[in-house]
């Protein structure tokens, strides 16, 4: 089926979002949006707009697809332009502390005067309330709140940081945009606008909720590095090979352990191959996998199991990813002003999404979007004179 230009735009085409600048999983979040389509006026500080920088792309990735104008929140005329953007607009997000907006003058009540319909999505840690909310954080805590970081390390070890992607991207920034998305569903059937609070603790526990079901079934230990998916299971695990480098080795069903050991020939002469089914087993049975592991290059054994139900992949690090041959077969990354940067996701058949615009500088559409709203060259400069945009 011919894809018009108009599906060629994303799923989200049509939808304005205005993003008060923040940091992590708010500009996740715009990112997402953006990618499927929506038009995102990004509002940068005042302060960072650099006009000798138009016209490049901003390093940041996580602000691509949209556009950027920079105000100043505080000023009188800085407000009432934020608050122009969002009479024309169909969501709104933040990443304040709680009571920032408000005491900015563009809070939800604000907003929602001038557009009912509005979308107001709101990014924290914590949450919009409760006794941690004023406060700062940052995603190790959340995660050490919800029980998350607990379970990621190895056993009798100290809990390891997953990166920031299981809270400020999964928990945070992802719970974020299926809120706002949501919220616009409603608003297209005929609800009025709403306010959206994503707090990171709500989105990681949620995340959790397999965990807590295993627990409540006997099949989950509280202690770490000890279960199936935590590391603990021999044939759920990772090894180093040959060279120093790593495979992941995910053989959890009977019949794809039976594919890794047929192929790799499990055990080396000399070891055995105990029963993978009692856990007092595993360690003898990691420690014969080890050395297996450790008898071919990482390469060499992916051209020996990638291929099959053996369910191993080498452990690839930033600069390779983009050049394993399935990503690139699906495209998994692209390449944008000669940066190569993860694709958008997920796919649609109907309306494709694609990286529309490189990251923008601050600043850089101030004139452009203020004259979209109905704002003419003279107030334009009459604003930017008083120090409100730029």
Known sequence: MAVTAEQAAGPLAGVRVVELAGIGPGPFAAMMLADLGADVIRVDRLTDVDPSAFGTAHPDLLNRGRRSVGVDLKSAGGREAVLALAQSADALIEGF?????????????????????????????????????PYAGHDID???????LHGIGRADERPVPPLNLLGDFGGGGMMLALGVVSALYAVRGGATGQVIDAAIVDGVAVLGTQIHALRRLGRWQDPRGVNLLDGGAPFYDTYECADGRHVAVGALEPRFYEELVRRTGFPLPGDEAPDRTDPAHWPALRAAWARLFRTRTRDEW???????????????????????????????????????????????SGTPTSVRRPPPWPGEHTDEVLAEIGYGPERVAALRADGAVG
């Open 302 to 348: 992916a051209a020996l199991l990638t291929a099959s139900d053996a369910c191993v992949a080498p452990v690839l690090d930033w600069a390779e990813a983009p050049e394993h041959p399935h990503l690139v077969a699906r495209d998994t990354f692209v390449v944008r002003d000669g940066v190569v940067q993860p694709a958008p996701a997920p796919r649609f």
């Open 142 to 148: 959340y995660l050490a709140l919800t029980g998350a």
């Open 97 to 133: 502390r709680p009571g920032v907006t408000e005491r900015l003058g563009l809070g939800p009540a604000d907003c929602h005067a001038l557009n009912p319909k509005l979308v107001y999505g709101r990014m924290t840690g914590w949450g919009q309330d409760g006794p941690s909310a």
